[in-house]
């Protein structure tokens, strides 16, 4: 296994290069469980905000949701102020005027009111294109009922539930019960995140929001299952008497870069729909599903690594195969590292040393048949 | 390269190829949805419970029929649970499409009792029994024949005006022959509030005379001296009014019982009399009880200008408006042999046939969304999209190919491949089903570049680990694919539960969202089977590639030991 020494040899010099080196050979070997109960904290900390800020500022609900008109006019020379006098003259003066200025020059006057019944809102579209001095079939309307909200957000509502409930009962049907929770309280932390950011920063909810929202439990989920099939197929390999939090720390390092490419291959199109598709070309939608998938993602990135991962290691660690007993955990990097000295826990831990959990030494790894068959 | 693999690998590709290509012959391309090219949306809901759910199909199949008569394009209605979902993708009249839509009225036949000026203006003809037409609609009659005289005739009687009658904008319709009416169906505006009660709007039961005054006028009126509409019930004697294109009641009139309902009506057809220049509509009704024998018997009674009928006016109440309240000039109809004429254009006289025929559905429906989209910024959408998804994707290939060298081509590979299957799949159910291509569906589509890529990445990053660990490159590939493989299919199982989820549980833009979700999840399983495996496989095979884990973006080892 000379091989590996060499490779141990290259990756020698420490700091950020070698640690990315280290990821690109997969020899990286982080002591996540180190930050278990830091990243918990966090997510607790997080959800408590969102859930406060939710009761406290509540959320910036779009027309869908409470009922009234959004008109889109293209104009050339029309004025904010010129058109808030046509809304005043109309007796609609609290509406929301904003100008929008397109990628190639053409400028989109976007007018929100609550008016709520298609003829009332008929006469506001033959004012606003007679102000623009076009026909009011340029001009994009949507009225929305005051009904409407209760509708769909009981829609969204029963979506949820059904799909928590499906998820809970596939997870523990494919994998493991006690991953269905982890994935379970991983997903609702996503889920109060995301929304928690809109509620804080008073961005406007939509219908394309809720459809980003429930994508982003999908992706959280399809990270948090390719982490737990791999923690499965690794506890299933453990013969010995192992701390779970071992065995999925080696999880968590084996998983690393799939996550991180998966991410950022998914969040390449994302950032390009956001940059290019919203704010160049100002298409609404394009940004109302960009930036909850955003936020969505990157949560779904940390809460797999930080709220499931540790969730399941509690859980297991009760099983008394699986069980914690106090004595120095233990990281490997690679299952079948054989003979490959025990490397230092590397960077991004250093903070609080006095951790219960400190890795020393590496487990026995259970040889590999690869050997002989070579 | 005749080798175990190579055969799917070919075969995916052709058949790949082979669809794109017939794709192209055919003609097909996706339909796009009406945020992308423009048009109106109408999201309908029933007001109140539905007891029956037929009676939302063939509440959806007369909005169908009335759509169709409008002559849009593709037009997709479709029932979701109880919403009805109206798609009317590049209508241009865009406010006449949502008339015809929203108009869920109920249509009523009622006898008018009397015919009032609207509120403010001096009330110089107050007579109980206003008599020799009020200008509002003047009925000639030519029962059984439809006579090419009775156009004539009709307008004819037009020089009968009652002097001091206001006639502004009245002498618009002049109604020869028959029930019925003119009036464009605009002014009847889209359904609000009908009051509840019998769908179709009957009088079953007996008229309740403590709601009127001494006057023998109903007590409680609005602002405009009218029955408010939730108190427009059918077996009560109310004020109802006829309005102009703007909306302003121009005449007012007190009417009795609802004597019969759009159901009586079998058809009704707008057509150019025989001198071939004046439009007209020609009613249709039903045979039997149910139909024409009604309605000769409220004709009768008008006719002869009975108590129930002193003006021999009967009103066409649709949604509480009175459309027009023509004369009756005969008391014995032929169910098939009436028309009503008057200042028609084309427009008008089809627009009041299909009020006519269509104008009553059994169950109302309200409007919940509306939605307008002009095709300029629909347009700039699509553009906004494509540019966007491209980039998008640019941007992937080069992060991928980077990572993983040639492992990376083949991902880009395998995502071509891919996006051409989901471009021939929904062309095709866009020709077929009428699938439409929605803004949504386009993020679902670029969203779906992750998940597709996401499959390569744990593929990969199994390979790379046991290259870490000594394997060669060539060996560990088959069973990296296998347990990369049941971790793939757990994921994307998991996805597809939530695309199907939200597809069946949700209405409107959400559903075509997770419908190319769920169509890209299932491809992308397929083109990891049939495309990447295969293709890694031969990758590890070639002899130029053995010992050359850069080219493969696999980490530096040798692994001969």
């Known amino acids: 296994m000379s091989a590996i020494g060499d490779t141990a040899a290259e990756s020698g010099p420490s700091g950020l290069r070698a640690n990315l080196r280290s990821l690109y050979q997969c020899t990286n070997d982080f002591d996540f469980t180190r930050l278990f109960k830091r990243g918990l904290v966090i997510a607790l900390l997080v959800s408590v905000i969102s859930i406060v800020s939710l009761f406290t500022r509540g959320l910036n609900l779009g027309i869908d949701f409470k009922g009234g008109s959004v008109w889109e006019v293209p104009v050339s020379e029309v004025s904010v102020d010129d058109a808030r006098g046509v809304m005043e003259g109309l007796s609609l003066g609290d509406a929301k005027i904003q100008l929008a200025v397109n990628a190639d020059g053409t400028k989109i006057l976007r007018v929100q009111s609550d008016v709520d019944e298609v003829d009332a809102s008929r006469e506001v579209t033959q004012a606003l294109a007679d102000l623009a001095a076009i026909p009011p079939s340029e001009v994009a309307v949507t009225t929305v009922g005051p009904s409407w909200g209760n509708e769909i957000t009981r829609q969204a509502q029963r979506a949820l539930i059904y799909f928590f409930i499906a998820i809970t009962l596939y997870i523990s049907f494919r994998l493991e019960w006690k991953m269905a929770v982890g994935a379970l309280v991983s997903m609702v932390h996503d889920l109060l995140l995301s929304v928690g950011v809109y509620s804080i920063l008073q961005i406007e909810v939509t219908p394309a929001t809720l459809i980003s929202f429930l994508t982003i439990l999908g992706y959280s989920l399809y990270d948090t299952i390719v982490v737990f099939d791999r923690a499965l197929e690794n506890s299933a390999r453990t013969v010995a008497k192992t701390p779970y939090r071992v065995i999925m720390n080696r999880t968590l390092n084996q998983t690393l870069m799939r996550s991180v490419n998966t991410t950022v291959a998914t969040i390449l199109p994302i950032i390009s729909l956001l940059v290019f598709g919203a704010l160049l070309l100002g298409a609404q939608t394009l940004e109302e599903f960009g930036l909850a998938l955003l936020v969505g993602l990157t949560s779904g990135a940390y809460s797999s690594l930080f709220v499931a991962a540790p969730i399941v290691s509690m859980l297991k660690e009760r099983e008394p195969k699986f069980a914690y007993t106090g004595e120095p955990a233990v990281t490997v990097a690679t299952a079948a590292t054989g003979g490959a000295p025990p490397r230092p826990a590397r960077r991004g831990t250093p903070r609080r040393p006095a951790t219960p959990a400190a890795p020393v030494g590496a487990i026995p790894p259970r040889p590999r048949k690869s050997k002989k068959r070579k | ?561």
């Not at chain 2, 199909?57 to 919403?83: F, K, S």
């Not at chain 2, 002498?171 to 009908?194: I, K, N, Y």
């Not at chain 2, 008008?348 to 559905?361: F, H, I, P, Q, R």
Request: hydrophobic share 45%.
């Open chain 2, 1 to 561: 390269m005749r080798r175990k693999g190579a055969l799917p690998l070919i075969f995916f590709v052709v058949f790949t190829l082979g669809t794109l290509t017939w794709t192209f012959l055919v003609g097909n391309s996706p339909v796009l949805g009406l945020d992308l090219q423009g048009g109106v949306s109408v999201v309908l809901q029933p007001n109140g419970p539905v007891e029956n759910e037929d009676t939302l199909d063939q509440a959806v199949d007369i909005i169908r029929n009335r759509i169709d008569a409008l002559g849009v394009a593709e037009p997709d209605i479709t029932r979701q649970g109880e919403t009805v979902l109206v798609q009317l993708p590049g209508v241009e009249n865009q406010d006449r499409a949502l008339e015809l839509v929203g108009q869920t009225a109920v249509l009523r036949f009622r006898p008018v009792l009397q015919v009032l000026p609207p509120v403010g203006d001096t009330p110089t003809t107050s007579a109980p029994t206003t008599t020799a037409g009020d200008g509002a609609t003047t009925t000639t009659v030519a029962p059984t024949t439809t006579a090419a005289g009775a156009g004539e005739q009709g307008l004819a009687d037009l020089g009968g005006l009652t002097p001091g009658e206001n006639a502004a904008g009245l002498q618009a319709t002049t109604t020869t022959v028959a029930p019925s009416t003119t009036a464009a169906p605009g002014t009847a505006s889209t359904a609000t509030t009908v009051p509840a009660g019998t769908a179709a709007g009957e009088c079953t039961g007996v008229e309740d005379t403590t709601r009127l005054g001494d006057d023998g006028l109903p007590v409680r009126l609005n602002a405009e001296g009218l029955t408010p509409r939730r108190r427009d019930e059918a077996c009560n004697t109310v004020l109802l009014g006829e309005r102009d294109e703007d909306g302003n009641v121009v005449t007012r009139y007190l009417l009795g019982p609802t004597a019969l309902t759009g159901d009586a009506l079998s058809g009704a057809s707008a057509g150019l009399d025989q001198s071939g220049v004046t439009w007209l509509v020609r009613p249709t009704f039903k045979s039997g009880e149910n139909g024409i024998d009604k309605f000769n018997a409220v004709a009768a009674e008008c006719f002869s200008a009975a108590t129930t009928c002193p003006t021999t006016q009967l009103a066409i109440v649709l949604d509480s408006d009175v459309i027009s309240a023509p004369r009756i000039q005969t008391d014995n109809f032929e169910r098939d042999q009436i028309q009503i004429t008057g200042d028609f254009d084309e427009s008008s006289a089809k627009d009041l046939a299909l009020v006519l025929e269509y104008g009553a559905l059994p169950v109302e429906l309200v409007p919940q969304q509306t939605q307008t989209v002009s095709a300029t910024l629909g347009e700039d959408s699509l553009r906004a999209g494509l540019i966007a998804g491209l980039i998008g994707l640019g941007l992937t290939v080069i992060f991928m190919v980077g990572y993983y060298r040639l492992l990376g081509v083949v991902a880009v590979a395998s995502l071509t491949l891919e996006f051409a299957l989901v471009w021939v799949l929904i062309s095709y159910l866009g020709e077929s089903r009428g699938l439409a291509l929605t803004l949504a569906g386009v993020t679902g589509l670029i969203v779906s570049i992750g998940i597709s890529v996401d499959s390569n990445v744990v593929f990969y990053e199994h390979l790379k680990e046991d290259v870490r660990n000594g394997r060669t490159f060539r060996s560990t590939v088959e069973r990296s694919f296998g347990s990369s493989f049941t971790t793939i299919i757990k994921a994307d199982i998991a996805s597809l539960i939530g695309a199907v989820l939200l597809y069946l549980l949700s209405v409107g833009p959400v559903r075509g969202f997770a419908l190319l979700l769920g169509i890209s999840t299932v491809i992308d399983l397929i083109a990891t089977w049939f495309f990447i495996r295969p293709a890694v496989l031969m990758l590890a095979r070639s002899p130029r590639l053995r010992n050359n884990n850069a080219a493969l973006g696999m980490p530096n080892v040798k692994a001969t030991a």
